[in-house]
């Protein structure tokens, strides 16, 4: 079921859990989230960056579109750090209903402004805004930022920013990075504390990969609805890679699948750790009756045999049919 992420987010904060959003680039990275949600009767988020959109272009959104649209539980598909206008155009070109406009490396006025104008822009197409004041340190897709440029969320100017950019979202920065942790995880919960206390719109956290269960329930208690899962999922990935490489007759399609499942593992794992399994029942959305074919039973096909298995043929057509025009 495809479902808006202003309602996964603002049923997520209602009812004290968070919900996963884990960027993907392919085929596998899909069936993963699909899988697991599905498994654990969770909501989800299939999240791609615009490297990975410039990467797949529109058969890869197609493709997280269906699969959301089919899926048996709710999934929403959302853009990731749209630091150009040029990034936010192709996602909602491409039919994305959710977006990151992420003005955070720009100084906080220039910041404002972009994501003033990309929020009209979204809100125009019928899509709902992430933005980030702060700045997160770490590396991720390229973006490398050392600790003394990160800064983080000061709670008074996220009043002035949610208020000024009427935004849907805000990420925050309180000593979260991108990337590993390369020493332990210090979080200024008493900062995110404030900055709950002072904003209305649900709170988003990068960087959650590798920190402790402890902090990610307390983030949660603290208000954060929604959590950025990227570096542990693809080193699973890579591990299977690097592992079955050395094969002497390594077969492609047996490697696939014990890559789907290593990452299936590891979302199955962050749906447990962020509150949202046997949550899919709480969700609807304002337009997931239109876009949502109707099913007959909830039951159908097995773990192995997925509602995502069952659309792949169709979804490979459209794929097609796009990379053709």
């Known amino acids: 079921m495809l479902v808006s992420t202003r309602e996964l987010l603002n049923t997520a904060r209602r009812k004290a859990y968070a ?9 596998e990275g899909v069936k993963a989230v699909i899988n697991a949600a599905e498994a654990l009767d969770s909501p989800a988020i299939l999240q791609l960056h615009p490297s990975a959109l410039l990467y797949g272009k529109s058969p890869l959104v197609a493709l997280c579109i269906k699969a959301a649209r089919t899926s ?9 750090h749209g630091t150009s206008e040029k990034d936010i155009h192709i996602g909602l070109a491409a039919g994305i209903k ?12 220039q910041n404002l402004i972009f994501t003033r104008e990309m929020t009209k822009l979204s809100h125009a197409n019928g899509a709902a805004v992430e933005a980030e004041i702060g700045r997160i340190s770490g590396r ?26 009427k935004v849907d979202f805000l990420a925050v920065t309180i ?4 990337g590993k942790y390369l020493s332990q995880p210090k979080l200024d919960f008493s900062r995110l504390e404030k900055i709950r206390a002072a904003v209305s719109v649900p709170l988003v956290m990068h960087g959650s990969s590798g920190l402790p269960d402890s902090m990610i329930h307390q983030c949660i208690e603290f208000g954060v609805s929604k959590f950025n899962v990227n570096t542990e999922v693809r080193e699973a990935y890579m591990d299977v890679l690097k592992s079955n490489i050395s094969e002497p007759h390594p077969d492609l399609l047996e490697i696939m699948e014990k890559a789907i499942e290593a990452m299936q593992s590891v979302i199955a794992d962050k749906l447990q750790l962020f509150g949202s399994f046997g949550k899919a029942y709480l ?3 304002p337009y997931a009756d239109e876009l949502t074919p109707k099913r007959t039973s909830k039951k159908q096909g097995s773990r192995n045999q997925s ?18 025009k």
Do not use: C, W
């Not at 000593?175 to 991108?178: A, I």
């Open 98 to 109: 959710s977006v990151m406009a992420d003005g955070s490396p720009l100084p906080y006025e």
């Open 307 to 324: 509602s995502f298995d069952q659309m792949l043929k169709p979804v490979y057509s459209e794929a097609l049919s796009l990379m053709l």
């Open 283 to 285: 969700h609807q959305s």
């Open 19 to 27: 919900i996963g959003a884990f960027n993907v680039y392919n085929l």
């Open 140 to 165: 991720e897709e390229g973006l490398t930022i050392d600790e003394k440029a990160a800064r983080m969320t000061d709670p008074v100017a996220a009043v002035e920013f949610i208020k000024e950019t």
């Open 72 to 80: 048996l539980v709710p999934i929403a598909v959302h853009l990731d």
């Open 175 to 178: 000593g979260n990075v991108h």
